[in-house]
């Protein structure tokens, strides 16, 4: 079995991104989009690659001390086999040697699987937005990491 590596994406993993992103969320980026962020000097991104393929990737941005997570997502054929943790490890790893003191992201409070992975690697609950996913009625979970400086 190939080995897993985490690395900054390039442009060449456009396509592959793009992929996993189209099947993994009710509303992906367009591949247009996906090129726009990977190109912002405030985004903070990475992808999961397993021999030449990507398996997942998260895009992140910050500004000042906080660091916002846009998009997780692995392949299926990828998923709870530890590689959105090893994602979000990776950057959270970054963001400590950054100076970034808080991560972010927002998950459904129906995603079972989802909120078990943050609150493993010890995010909490910051607030509730409630009904926010209108098509269910889905609450929007704000969730929070602080993250302790290496750099």
Not at 22 to 50: K, N, R
Not at 86 to 109: D, N, P, T, W
Not at 129 to 147: E, F, I, K, Q, T
């Given at each position: 079995?190939?080995?897993?590596?985490?690395?900054?994406?390039?442009?060449?993993?456009?396509?592959?991104?793009?992929?996993?992103?189209?099947v993994?969320?009710?509303?992906?980026?367009s591949?247009?989009?996906?090129?726009?962020?990977?190109?912002?000097?405030?985004?903070?991104?990475a992808?999961?690659?397993?021999?030449?393929?990507?398996i997942?990737?998260?895009?992140?941005?910050?500004?000042?001390?906080?660091?916002?997570?846009?998009?997780?997502?692995?392949?299926?054929?990828?998923?709870?086999?530890?590689?959105?943790?090893?994602?979000?490890?990776?950057?959270?790893g970054i963001?400590?040697?950054?100076?970034?003191?808080?991560?972010?992201?927002?998950v459904?409070?129906?995603?079972?699987?989802?909120?078990?992975?943050?609150?493993g690697?010890?995010?909490?609950?910051?607030?509730?937005?409630r009904?926010?996913?209108?098509?269910h009625?889905?609450?929007?979970?704000?969730?929070?990491?602080a993250?302790?400086?290496?750099?």
């Amino acid at each position: 079995m190939a080995t897993t590596i985490i690395r900054t994406p390039v442009a060449e993993d456009l396509p592959a991104i793009a992929a996993i992103e189209s099947v993994s969320d009710a509303e992906p980026w367009s591949p247009d989009a996906l090129a726009s962020h990977l190109a912002q000097v405030h985004a903070l991104d990475a992808v999961a690659e397993s021999g030449s393929t990507i398996i997942g990737f998260v895009c992140c941005g910050f500004a000042g001390d906080d660091l916002e997570v846009y998009k997780l997502a692995v392949d299926a054929s990828w998923r709870r086999k530890g590689v959105a943790a090893s994602l979000l490890r990776h950057i959270i790893g970054i963001a400590s040697k950054k100076g970034i003191r808080r991560v972010y992201l927002e998950v459904a409070r129906s995603n079972a699987a989802a909120l078990r992975l943050y609150e493993g690697l010890g995010f909490e609950e910051s607030y509730r937005r409630r009904n926010y996913y209108g098509a269910h009625g889905d609450d929007a979970l704000v969730m929070s990491l602080a993250v302790a400086s290496s750099g």
